[in-house]
């Protein structure tokens, strides 16, 4: 490789160098809030476990409790048993509901309801919130100042 070329390269590595770490600084930034949040919250209970783990006699209280114990040999069954069930039926179940009759369409319907009716209060309250003539976000809006926003309308 000529002088240039060598020249070249080494500007086009420099360049890309100070664009990727300026880059880096900027997202860093950004994610500077949520790094704080997980490390409050994930890390210091991690490190105050182990520092606390240090400490021997505490296994031994732990494992001579007979609550503890109880509790333990429950959770056990209830994972060994319990959620095996809930796979074996869940995978036994969803064979039938492979087919394409109209009976097991309106099953299937039935069985998600649980688990659609849970997401029910949220969606409604975000519409409420939302609804552009007597919504509270609109109110807080008006309070403020500002113009209603007409915010689920399709347009």
């Known amino acids: 490789m000529n ?3 060598a020249v070249t390269v080494d500007y086009f590595i420099a360049v890309h160098r100070e664009r990727w770490r300026g880059k880096t600084i ?3 930034a950004f994610c500077s809030p949520l790094i704080l949040i997980f ?3 994930v ?3 991690i490190v105050y476990m182990l520092y606390l783990g240090l400490d021997w006699t505490i296994y031994s209280a732990i494992f001579s409790d007979p609550i503890f114990l109880q509790t333990l040999w429950s959770t056990l069954i209830f994972v060994g048993i319990a959620v095996n069930v809930k796979i074996f039926l ?3 179940l969803s064979a039938p509901f492979s087919t394409e009759y109209r009976i097991t369409r309106i099953l299937a319907g039935v069985f ?3 688990w659609a009716i849970a997401a029910l209060p949220g969606i ?3 519409r409420w919130m939302l609804n552009g003539e007597w919504g509270i976000v609109n109110k807080v809006l008006n309070d403020l100042g500002f113009a209603s926003i007409p915010w689920l309308v399709q347009r």
């Open 112 to 114: 998600l309801l649980p």
């Open 26 to 28: 900027l997202g860093l």
């Open 3 to 5: 002088g240039t070329a």
């Open 39 to 41: 490390l409050l919250l």
């Open 43 to 45: 890390i210091t209970p």
């Open 124 to 126: 409604l309250a975000f």
């Open 90 to 92: 869940a995978l036994t």
